[in-house]
Structure formats: structure tokens, C-alpha cells
């Protein structure tokens, strides 16, 4: 093989290779090192490169696979990370001038968990500010999609979808408050998977909001996020949220037996009037529903009323608590944030206590309806967004109270389960062609609180019976 | 409601010691309007008896 097309191999793929010793992680760092020095100029998905201390770490893992050490399938398997998510000596900046200098002396859980598997940690990646806002708010540049340059790779985990997408990680972690696991991988073609909240540690990664902030994988394929979910979920004693409940192997799970699954189509998502749901969208979802059914699942529509709002509601309870963990920089420090995000966060600062009472509220009775729907369903399913990547807008500001209200309904299209806290994942269900550019649509699939395992089920067997994920960027 | 003017912006930034001034203004107030009346446009009267839990809690999935 050569060493260009290593990059190109799923983590599976990989791992079959570093395991039978055809392959060293050596080698495979050193491809990916090349690819991210020839294409990463292009999608800027990196903050920070680890190159030296990959290349030692892979030599180490190197020689416990040769005595007969080995640790399992992400052994030697280079990763990249959000740069949310601390690293012991290695700075961990939010993409956020203000916080260009701190270096955490300890690894997040999830990192820590991924090192323990034997993974290789590439780098750092690009983010939107804070993990707020579009990707223009980075203040390391925006990262680009490898589908188009010029589109959104999706927010906020803009560069675990962009260097994913671009085989310049094998896999890689996001943080997803609002939708960023989601929203990047279905803009880059990838699998997301936002777990249950409380299934993985969020200790060591910088919050957005306590109780609504989940860590999860960013892959290529499912049985990659599959590994890679099953690398970093489980109890931490340093994050007492997280469920004392047994982690299966989500992996060996992946069988493609869906018979008689019960899925429910969101109907309120399926609605260019009110949501904004593009046609394409719509079209690709419905003949998904018919490949399930085709798989032996039984479909029904299913109504979440409150679906539309979840937005707004998700909106007004993230930034309302984000800009309370630090508001001393918002008052000292206001020219060190990038405008858009300073906008958002004084506008934060402004909602009423009564609105933020009134959105928790709202959000008990959006996880009641949610947990009712799973009594008649094993799964929900709905666009993961109204329409493809958008083009990036690289001037920065909020044009009109319209523009702030469309991006509320946006933020519908992923609301459901941040505020119910259950398991959704996004996963490729067709392409639409803009000028002349193909580009990735998705479906979200939502289950059962803790059923990851039904989830990635479902998802790979959807995705063996498609071509969608044999589907990727040319970045030349 | 009608929509929050600039100045009652800014006065509302002064109440919680913010100096909300342009070219962050106006944005501001598109943006905090936009909340408010989304937040506004849902109603739903039996939220007056709803705990507002944030979090599942053990057994409430059941």
C-alpha cells in the first residue's frame, strides 16, 4: 500500500492492518503528518499540530504491538480532538484569543480514555469561538468544508467535521451543545453520534452549558464511530453526572437485523412552510424511510408540537449559562472576543430571568413528550437540517431581527434531544448538486436514553444498504 | 410585545454593568429581540405546573 492512500482507510480498515503488523502506527502518523501538511492550508482544520509527539507516541505504540500488546481496534490510530477538550501541556485555546495561552496540566476524561485505547493524538482542531456561532468566529480563521471551500463545514465542531471529511484524522471527538457533533457531520458527510447526556465524562472539557453539553465521535463511517464512542463512554468518578449504567460493545452490535423495529418520522421537520425544510431534504428522508422499511421496519408519523421552538428554547438556556461561567471577560476583555461572538454574548447577558425560567420549563415538557413518543417507537427519525452546507458568510454581523429569528428555526432542526438528552446521530441519506457542487444531506436517528447500541444499529444497517458513505470530498 | 428599541438596549446593558455601544448595538438588539419573540410566541399554560428539571433524572425514562 502506499503511504498516501493509509489515510484514506476506515478506522476498521486500519486497525485490521496495524493488528496483523502490515501496517505500523508509525508509518500511519506520518502519512496523515503529510496529508494534513498538503490540505490543511486549504480547510484550516487544525489549530494545533502535534507532529513531533505523534510520531513518538506512535513509535511507542509501535513496540507494544510488536510484543504482542495490543490493545485494540483505535491502537495506533490517529485522532484529532476539538480544542474544547483539554490536553495535558498542550494548549486548548476555544478558538478564542482570550484563551490562546492556557495549557491545561491535565487530559480531559475523553482524552485520557482515548490515549488508554491506544489512539494517537494528531492535534487540536478548529472550532467556532467558544462553540458558539458560525465558524467565521474562530480566531484562528474558519475552517473550510472539504465538499466546497467555500461552504460551512457546520458549527460549532467545525474542524472535527472538516479534518474528518478530509482523511486528515482517522476519527475524531466534537462537543455538541446545540448540534455541533451533528451539524458538522451532516454538513461534511459524516457520522455524528451526540450520546445521552450523562453516558460520557465531560470532565476537562470547557462547558457551554452544564446540563446540556455531551461529547461524542465525529467518523467516516458507523462502525468507526462505533469504536470510537465505545473508546470514551462508561462512569467517571470525576464527572458524577455520568451513569453508573454498563457500556456494551457497540461495535460487535452492528449486526444489520432491524426487523420489526418501530421508527417514527418527525412530521414537524418534514415542512418547507414552517421549518424551511428544503424539498431535496424531504425527498432524501422519505426514500430512507422506504429503504427501512425495505430493512423491515415499521414506520409511523409521529407529532412533537413543540419541535419548531426548540431552538429558541435551546438558545436561550445555552448562552444564557455559557456567558455566566466568565462574565468578567465580557466586561474587561469585550475587544478580545470576535464580534459575532460578543454580540451573542451581550446579548446573553440581556435575556430576563422570567424567559430562562420559562425555557427550562419548556424544556421538562419537550423531554416528556420525546420520552412518550419512545413509548409508541424505537427510533425517531428527522432532517439533521432544513437544506446542505451553506455558503460562509466571512463578513461578520446580524443583518436583521429576521436573520435572528431564521437561525433560531435552524437550531430547531437539532433542539429535540439537546433538551431531552437523549442519543441522536446524523448520518449521510443522499446528496443535492448546487452549482455544480455535490453536497451531503442528512438524517438524525434518535433513540431510547443509553440505547446507543439501537441507534448505531439501525444506522449501520441503513448505511449498508446505501452507497452514500463510499461518497467523499475531492479537496484538489 | 413591541420590539426593544436601541436605547432601552443599552439601558438594560448599564443595568448589568455591560457599555453596549455600536457597531455591537444594533446587532444586540436584533439578537435579543429575536429571543424574546420566539420565547414570547409559545404558549402553553400548563408549564405553570411543570418542575423545571434540567437533567433526567434516574427512573424518569421508565
Known amino acids: 500500500m502506499l503511504p498516501e492512500e493509509i489515510p484514506l482507510l476506515s478506522v476498521v480498515e486500519l486497525a485490521n492492518y496495524i493488528e496483523k503488523k502490515e501496517i505500523t502506527p508509525l508509518e500511519t502518523v506520518r502519512a496523515y503528518l503529510s496529508r ?29 504491538i510488536s510484543n504482542g500488546n495490543y490493545r485494540g481496534p483505535l491502537h495506533g490510530v490517529p485522532v484529532a480532538v476539538k480544542d474544547q477538550i483539554h490536553s495535558e501541556g498542550i494548549r486548548t485555546t ?52 472539504p465538499w466546497d471551500l467555500n461552504r460551512s463545514p457546520g458549527t460549532s465542531s467545525t474542524g472535527s467535521g472538516a479534518a474528518t471529511a478530509g ?16 451539524g458538522p457531520a451532516a454538513n461534511c458527510g459524516l457520522v455524528g453520534l451526540r450520546p445521552t447526556w450523562g453516558r460520557v465524562s465531560r470532565y476537562g472539557v470547557d462547558g457551554a452549558c452544564w446540563s446540556i453539553d455531551t461529547i461524542g465521535p465525529i467518523s467516516r463511517t458507523v462502525a468507526d464511530c462505533a469504536i470510537t464512542i465505545g473508546a470514551i463512554a462508561g462512569f467517571d468518578p470525576k464527572d458524577k453526572y455520568t451513569r453508573q449504567i454498563s457500556v456494551p460493545d457497540y461495535y460487535a452490535g452492528l449486526t444489520k437485523d432491524i426487523t420489526g423495529m418501530k421508527i417514527g418520522i418527525v412530521k414537524e421537520l418534514m415542512d418547507t412552510n ?11 428522508i422519505n ?14 408519523e409521529i407529532s412533537l408540537p413543540l419541535t419548531k421552538h426548540t431552538g429558541a428554547v435551546v438558545r436561550t438556556i445555552t448562552h444564557t449559562e455559557r456567558v455566566s461561567l466568565h462574565p468578567e471577560w465580557l466586561r474587561e476583555r469585550p475587544q478580545e472576543f470576535h464580534h459575532n461572538t460578543r454580540v451573542a454574548f451581550m446579548a446573553a447577558n440581556l435575556i430576563p430571568a422570567q424567559v430562562y425560567y420559562k425555557a427550562q420549563k419548556l424544556r421538562a415538557v419537550v423531554r416528556d413528550q420525546v420520552l412518550n413518543a419512545f413509548k409508541e417507537v424505537d427510533l425517531l427519525i428527522q432532517p439533521t437540517s432544513s437544506g446542505p452546507a451553506n455558503l460562509m458568510n466571512l463578513e461578520p454581523g446580524v443583518r436583521s431581527l429576521e436573520q ?44 431510547r436514553h443509553f440505547e446507543e447500541a439501537t441507534v448505531l444499529r439501525a444506522a449501520y444497517a441503513y448505511e449498508q444498504a446505501t452507497t452514500w458513505h463510499n461518497r467523499h470530498p475531492s479537496i484538489e | 410585545m413591541a420590539p426593544l428599541s436601541n436605547e432601552q438596549v443599552r439601558a438594560l446593558g448599564y443595568a448589568v454593568n455591560l457599555n453596549i455601544e455600536e457597531p455591537d448595538l444594533t446587532e444586540v438588539t436584533h439578537s435579543i429581540n429575536a429571543i424574546l419573540d420566539s420565547m414570547a410566541a409559545i404558549n402553553l399554560p400548563e408549564t405553570n405546573l411543570v418542575e423545571p428539571i434540567p437533567i433526567l433524572l434516574s427512573g424518569m425514562e421508565d
Open chain 1, 36 to 64: 494534513i501538511e498538503k490540505f490543511d492550508p486549504k480547510l484550516n482544520s487544525y489549530i494545533t499540530v502535534l507532529a513531533d509527539q505523534a510520531e513518538q507516541d506512535a513509535e511507542i505504540a509501535g513496540q507494544e
Open chain 1, 94 to 145: 476555544d478558538a478564542s484569543q482570550i484563551r490562546t495561552d492556557f495549557i491545561p496540566n491535565e487530559d480531559a476524561t475523553v482524552l485520557a480514555n482515548l490515549k488508554a485505547a491506544g489512539a494517537i493524538l494528531l492535534g487540536k482542531l478548529n472550532m467556532s469561538e467558544f462553540a458558539l456561532g458560525d465558524p467565521i468566529s474562530s480566531a484562528f480563521g474558519p475552517a473550510h468544508n
Open chain 1, 167 to 182: 482523511f486528515l484524522c482517522a476519527t475524531s471527538l466534537g462537543e455538541d451543545t446545540g448540534g455541533s457533533i451533528r
Open chain 1, 274 to 284: 414552517t421549518m424551511g425544510t428544503d424539498p431535496v431534504v424531504i425527498a432524501a
Open chain 1, 287 to 300: 426514500a430512507a424511510l422506504e429503504v427501512f422499511a425495505g430493512l423491515g421496519a415499521e414506520i409511523q
Open chain 1, 404 to 447: 435572528a429569528k431564521k437561525a433560531l428555526v435552524e437550531g430547531g432542526f437539532r433542539g429535540l434531544y439537546s433538551l431531552s438528552g437523549a442519543p441522536a446521530l446524523s448520518i449521510p441519506c443522499g446528496f443535492t448538486s448546487e452549482s455544480g457542487t455535490d453536497l451531503p444531506l442528512a438524517m438524525q436517528i434518535a433513540g
